[in-house]
């Protein structure tokens, strides 16, 4: 089954403690994504990278640390999780090359920084 | 100005209603996408549109082009159909980039 998996779900952390979310697609996507999702605001998009070692900024990267060293790999790392970092995540994956070309989604990492 | 602005905000309808989600944006655009997101959180696409018309049981996606924008169409509704339906266009700008809506809160009453 073609699915982006991301882990874990649900994470409560402290001010400062470093942490990673990971995020995995099966389907051979070249496309990786992160987005954040808060109340009033939408989806926004952290960082994206078009394929393995290729990784560039999105609307609101403070913060916030990616590496693409595997082409099904996305890992998301706070190096140093702040309270306005308490977020809603998605990872999704895409192809440019492929009709059509939808993007799929993860299930989302609900973050609580305290 | 947000680049991609949905209507209705919210949206509260009696089962067996035709249900119409309308988007407009301002960028030009490769491709825009129909996201659902339930109750859960989770996101799942719903259509990627580039020119037309697209149908799949009871919802229909349309795009114009020249008028930048598109609607998303439920027939039938249900309660099932209750959601976040999330607008998101794919910019022809940045490589690969997605804009997205406010959203549009659906609720179906039975």
């Known amino acids: 089954e073609a699915q982006v998996t991301q882990n874990p779900r649900y994470l409560i952390t402290v001010t400062g403690k470093k942490l990673t979310v990971t995020c995995s697609q099966n389907?051979?996507?070249?496309?990786m994504s992160w987005y954040r999702q808060d109340p009033g605001l939408g989806l926004r998009q952290i960082y994206y990278?078009?394929?393995?070692?290729?990784?560039d900024k999105g609307d609101v990267p403070e913060g916030y640390k990616v590496s693409r060293k595997e082409k099904r790999n996305f890992p998301l790392i706070l190096e140093s999780p702040s309270p306005n970092q308490t977020s809603l995540y998605f990872c999704?994956?895409?192809?440019?090359?492929?009709?059509?070309?939808?993007?799929?989604f993860g299930q989302g990492t609900r973050l609580t920084v305290v | 100005k947000n680049e991609v602005e949905q209507s209705p905000q919210n949206l509260t309808a009696q089962e067996g209603e035709f249900i119409t989600i309308n988007c407009s944006y301002s960028?030009?655009?490769?491709?825009l996408h129909w996201l659902q997101q339930h109750p859960g959180g989770g996101i799942v696409s719903l259509f990627m549109?580039?020119?037309g018309k697209k149908k799949h049981g009871r919802l229909i996606a349309t795009i114009n082009i020249q008028e930048k924008h598109s609607s998303l169409h439920i027939t039938a509704s249900h309660p099932r159909d209750s959601a976040v339906y999330i607008c998101?266009?794919?910019?022809?700008?940045?490589?690969?980039?997605?804009?997205f809506g406010q959203g549009t809160r659906l609720t179906i009453n039975p």
């Open positions: 999704a994956s895409s192809s440019p090359h492929r009709d059509p070309r939808q993007a799929f």
């Open positions: 389907m051979n996507h070249e496309y």
């Open positions: 990278s078009m394929n393995v070692e290729v990784t």
């Open positions: 960028v030009g655009i490769s491709a």
């Open positions: 549109l580039s020119s």
């Open positions: 998101a266009v794919r910019s022809n700008q940045g490589a690969q980039k997605l804009v």
